[in-house]
């Protein structure tokens, strides 16, 4: 079974430019989580989403947002890029999601980087 | 809010020392508890978890915890650790139910070198 797919690996922007990173779950698997990953704050939860519908949401600007399709893959988008955005964002999918307690499968995750 | 404390945030042992990784959580209600390992250069990979029953729950490559309620605690353990140990630790902890946001809160991390 292929684990959690994200692309792309790695990406380097410019303050003030979007971007849109892609995530592709285990197959089979409705619940598509996103965190970003900092040395200073560690993993931080972004967003889940289950069944195309956004189920929980952390505490990140509106500058952040998802969706997901209706195959499951999800897509985080970032306007208005800033310096602190540099991170490495990883997706996590599970089958039922973390209501349901469910572990999650982590990505490789994409580095982005903000210059 | 709910957080999640690791103590430690970096270990170093000897091989065949034994583990003990502390980890403690703040959230009155019923938990799911999770302990995640990052390998160098690989991705986040489910060392074990609890959701119900034994609170003694033993997980993959010979590691185990124990969820201590009245401590709040998950605290990690191996008997014997190995070189091939060497990795990032992450105590993770999902609130069930009571309006909770139920997303996963992890702590910061803590990591092992093991010395060979």
């Known amino acids: 079974k292929a684990g959690v797919t994200q692309t792309p690996r790695y990406l380097i922007k410019t303050r003030g430019q979007q971007v849109t990173l892609s995530c592709s779950p285990i197959s089979g698997h409705r619940s598509v989580s996103w965190y970003q990953q900092t040395p200073g704050q560690g993993l931080q939860f972004l967003f889940e989403y289950f069944s195309e519908t956004q189920r929980n949401k952390g505490n990140f600007p509106g500058r952040f947002s998802g969706r997901q399709f209706s195959n499951s893959r999800s897509e985080m988008n970032v306007s208005t890029l800033e310096l602190g955005d540099s991170a490495l964002y990883l997706c996590?999918?599970?089958?039922?999601?973390?209501?349901?307690?469910?572990?999650?499968?982590f990505g490789d995750g994409t580095r982005l980087s903000i210059l | 809010a709910q957080s999640v404390s690791q103590h430690n945030h970096h270990v170093i042992l000897s091989e065949a020392a034994s583990l003990e990784l502390g980890c403690n959580y703040s959230?009155?209600?019923?938990?799911?508890l999770f302990w995640y390992v990052q390998y160098p250069g690989q991705h986040l990979q489910l060392l074990l978890k609890y959701f119900s029953g034994d609170p003694l729950v033993k997980g993959i490559k010979g590691f185990e915890a124990e969820f201590i309620k009245s401590k709040f605690s998950f605290n990690l353990r191996k008997p014997s650790v190995q070189w091939s140990d060497t990795a990032e630790y992450f105590c993770?902890?999902?609130?069930?139910?009571?309006?909770?946001?139920?997303?996963?809160?992890f702590g910061k991390g803590t990591k092992l070198s093991v010395k060979p």
């Open positions: 993770a902890v999902n609130a069930r139910g009571g309006g909770s946001q139920g997303n996963l809160i």
């Open positions: 996590a999918s599970s089958a039922s999601g973390t209501e349901g307690g469910q572990p999650q499968h």
């Open positions: 959230y009155g209600g019923t938990v799911n």
